[in-house]
């Protein structure tokens, strides 16, 4: 579990200051479609779409979408499961592998990544991808750096330039000290506002704009326009850039037609 209850009670003094929509389920590729059947044999629904071991349509959903939504029939949890953390991922997640590795759990206590480089580096590309149109996601990465180890701002920036993400993890450092002064640490605000490029700024006012107003930026493309941009935007990797282009608007498509509307 990478996101919701186990994250909130990694960053949060009191767990339930943190509300969660859904539960986020990051599953092995390999176990993708199987967890899914588990989860349907055992009281969860997919009311737009069924999923089925056998069906066509689902196996070539499965192949190309990057999560699919099913709820409880009883309590209504939303509950999503996560086949990869982004999509496409170019490397990227290999980066964050270790630390976002499906865990067991043990101890009664559900497993969640740890505090650490990686676990900022994600949430930072999440609010990208998504224009950082919710402020409580800005508001997550306060509790994390304040518990981050000082070793771990070079990590976070090493994972950046690595992953030619420079531009938007800067952006969305920059984000967070527009919204939270004293929040990040200070290596991290040295390298964000040193020699801060057009792409860096040009992504921030993007994301101000998102946070201000989001619905307006789905305007005249549309969700799925706003889906491709942002994630167009993720990496300055040109390979990158064109699987966003040739792959990203199939998935989206497919999400659509297989959304939770419960």
Request: aromatic share 6%; net charge positive; with cysteine.
């Amino acid at each position: 579990v990478f996101k919701g209850l186990p994250q909130a009670r990694a960053l949060y003094t009191d767990a339930a200051v943190r509300a969660s929509r859904d539960i986020d389920i990051l599953v092995d590729g390999a176990n993708f479609l199987e967890a899914a059947n588990l989860m349907l044999a055992n009281g969860f629904v997919r009311p737009s779409l069924p999923i089925s071991s056998t069906s066509l349509v689902s196996k070539a959903a499965i192949a190309l979408v990057r999560d699919i939504g099913l709820v409880d029939s009883t309590t209504r949890i939303f509950v999503e499961l996560h086949r990869q953390l982004l999509s496409p991922d170019r490397g990227i997640e290999s980066l964050v592998a270790d630390a976002f590795r499906p865990r067991l759990a043990s101890g009664g206590e559900i497993p969640a990544p740890p505090v650490s480089a990686e676990l900022a580096f994600y949430l930072l590309l999440h609010g990208a991808t998504s224009l950082w149109f919710r402020l409580l996601w800005i508001a997550d990465l306060v509790p994390l750096f304040a518990n981050l180890a000082p070793a771990e701002s070079q990590r976070l920036i090493a994972l950046a330039e690595e992953s030619k993400t420079h531009a938007t993890i800067r952006a969305g450092l920059l984000l967070l000290q527009a919204a939270f002064p004293n929040s990040c640490p200070a290596e991290l605000v040295e390298w964000s506002t040193r020699s801060i490029g057009h792409a860096s700024v040009a992504r921030l006012r993007l994301y101000a704009r998102s946070l201000n107003d989001g619905r307006q930026l789905g305007k005249p493309l549309g969700q799925r326009g706003v889906a491709l941009r942002s994630t167009w935007l993720l990496s300055e990797d040109p390979i990158y850039r064109l699987l966003t282009l040739t792959k990203l608007p199939t998935t989206h498509v497919l999400k659509a037609l297989s959304r939770y509307t419960g």
